[in-house]
C-alpha cells in the first residue's frame, strides 16, 4: 500500500511497503548471497546452515541486504500508483520492519516545483551594437600568428610570455617537501600556473642561472600541512624560449587558409567579416542570455535543494572529465589552484540552480504559450541532422534514442525562439 503523507512545493512525502511475505523471501535472497563469503569452522564456504548462520551471526545481519533487494521494485510501484513523477533520488527512511508485517518506508520525493512566471514579454533589453574595428582585426591576426608560432632559445634574459625550463625543489623550514620538486619542468611566465608569486619571480633570469624564489602558499591551499606557510625554492635556469612569430605575407595567407585567399588584404577583409559574424553571433546569445535570465528573475520559483546537489555533482563529474582530457588530475589542480573539491562544487552551486530554475521556467512558458512539437517537426530535425554529420537518417535516429528525448529538445528550441522574437 502507498499513500501521499504530505504534499509541500517541489517536495512529496509518502509512505509505502513491502509484505512480510515480500521480507522474507529478500531474507532468503540475501543469505544466499551473505553466505558464499562466510568462513565457518567445520563447513565448506557457502554450505553454512541457515540456522546456525543465525545463531552465530543473528538473522538481523541480513536486514540491509533484504531491504536494498526490495527497496527499487517497491518504490517504483508507489511511485507509479501514487502518478508521481520523481526529479532526483528520493530520501528514504525504514519506519517498521518485522518478518510478519514486513517493511514501512517513508521517502521524501524531489518534484517539479510550483512555476509562477512574471513578465516575459516585451522585456525591453537592449542588444550589444556590433563593431568590428581595424585594432579588432590586427589582434585576431596577432593570436593567429601566436598560434602559428615557434619557440626557438632566447638569448638574454626571461620575459613575460617566454618560456623557463626548469629544475625546481622546494622547501619549508629548511625541510624538502612531497611534491615540491621537479626536474625540466617548462613553465610558461605569466601562466599564473603556480603558486602567486613564484613566476614573477623568475622574470629576468638567464639560461644556466640559479636562484632561489620565495613564495607563501595560499592560506586554503589543498595540502593542510602547506597551508599559508612560507617556501623557499631552489631553481635553476636550463633554457629560455621565447615565441617566434611568423610574418603575415602573401605566401603564409595563402598556405594558411589553403588559397582560400591569397593575399594580405583580402586576408584582413575576411577575418573582418569573421569577426562580425562571431560578434553578431555573440551579441545575439548574450542579449537571449539576458532575456532569460531576466525571466527567470521574475518567476517565482522553489528548487529543490536534492535536484541542486545531484546537478552539482554532474557538474563535478564533467569538470573531473575535461581536466582528464587535459592530462591533468584533480589533485593536481587543487595543488595548482589551493581550492578544495568542496569550493570547486560551492562556486557551480549558483550555476546549477540558475540551470534549474531556467529549464522549468522554459517549460512554464512551453505549457503557457502551447508550444507543441509535431512529428514532422521531428523528421526534419533529423533529416537536417544527418546533413550536417554526413549520416544516414536511420544512424541519426539510432544515436538519438528515443523520439520523445528529441520532441523534449525541440520544445526548448520553439520555446527559445519564441522568446527571442518576444524580445527583440
Wanted: glycine residues 6%.
Amino acid at each position: 500500500m502507498a499513500e501521499i503523507l504530505k504534499k509541500e512545493d517541489g517536495l512529496v512525502v509518502i509512505s509505502f511497503s513491502a509484505s512480510g511475505e515480500e521480507f522474507v523471501k529478500a531474507l532468503d535472497v540475501a543469505f544466499k548471497k551473505v553466505v558464499k563469503k562466510v568462513n565457518a569452522p567445520g563447513f565448506r564456504r557457502g554450505k553454512l546452515p541457515r540456522n546456525v548462520f543465525n545463531k552465530m551471526y543473528g538473522e538481523e545481519s541480513l536486514y540491509q541486504d533484504a531491504i536494498d533487494h526490495i527497496l527499487p521494485a517497491a518504490y517504483r510501484t508507489a511511485i507509479d500508483a501514487l502518478e508521481i513523477d520523481p526529479l532526483a533520488m528520493p530520501d528514504i527512511d525504514v519506519k517498521d520492519l518485522s518478518k510478519e508485517n514486513g517493511v514501512v518506508f517513508e521517502a521524501s520525493v524531489p518534484v517539479r516545483p510550483d512555476v509562477k512566471l512574471g513578465e516575459y514579454k516585451n522585456l525591453g533589453l537592449a542588444k550589444e551594437e556590433v563593431l568590428v574595428t581595424d585594432a579588432d582585426v590586427d589582434a585576431r591576426i596577432d593570436q593567429v600568428l601566436s598560434r602559428q608560432a615557434e619557440w626557438a632559445i632566447k638569448e638574454g634574459a626571461s620575459a613575460k610570455g617566454d618560456i623557463v625550463v626548469i629544475d625546481f625543489k622546494g622547501f619549508v623550514d629548511g625541510v624538502a617537501f612531497d611534491g615540491g620538486e621537479a626536474n625540466g619542468y617548462e613553465l610558461e611566465l605569466g601562466s599564473n600556473s603556480f603558486i602567486p608569486g613564484f613566476e614573477d619571480q623568475l622574470v629576468g633570469k638567464t639560461a644556466g642561472s640559479k636562484t632561489e624564489v620565495e613564495v607563501q602558499f595560499p592560506e586554503n591551499y589543498q595540502v593542510v600541512d602547506l597551508a599559508g606557510k612560507d617556501a623557499k625554492f631552489e631553481v635553476t635556469v636550463h633554457d629560455v624560449k621565447e615565441k617566434q612569430l611568423p610574418e603575415l605575407t602573401d605566401e603564409f595567407v595563402k598556405d594558411f587558409t589553403k588559397e582560400e585567399v591569397t593575399n594580405v588584404a583580402d586576408y584582413k577583409a575576411k577575418v573582418k567579416e569573421d569577426l562580425t559574424r562571431e560578434k553578431r553571433d555573440l551579441a545575439e546569445r548574450t542579449h537571449m542570455d539576458a532575456v532569460l535570465a531576466k525571466i527567470v528573475e521574475n518567476a517565482s520559483i522553489n528548487v529543490p535543494t536534492k535536484l541542486v546537489d545531484q546537478e552539482v555533482e554532474g557538474m563535478y563529474s564533467n569538470f573531473k572529465a575535461n581536466l582528464e582530457r587535459q592530462g591533468l588530475s584533480v589533485d593536481l589542480y587543487e595543488q595548482f589552484t589551493g581550492k578544495t573539491s568542496a569550493d570547486i562544487k560551492a562556486e557551480m552551486r549558483q550555476e546549477a540552480e540558475n540551470k534549474i530554475k531556467t529549464s522549468f521556467v522554459l517549460d512554464q512558458v512551453a505549457t503557457e504559450e502551447k508550444i507543441e512539437v509535431t512529428d514532422a517537426d521531428v523528421e526534419a530535425e533529423i533529416k537536417q541532422l544527418a546533413e550536417n554529420y554526413s549520416m544516414t537518417e536511420e544512424d541519426v535516429k539510432r544515436n538519438l534514442g528515443a523520439n520523445a528525448d528529441l520532441k523534449a529538445e525541440l520544445v526548448i528550441k520553439k520555446t527559445v525562439d519564441f522568446l527571442k522574437e518576444s524580445n527583440k
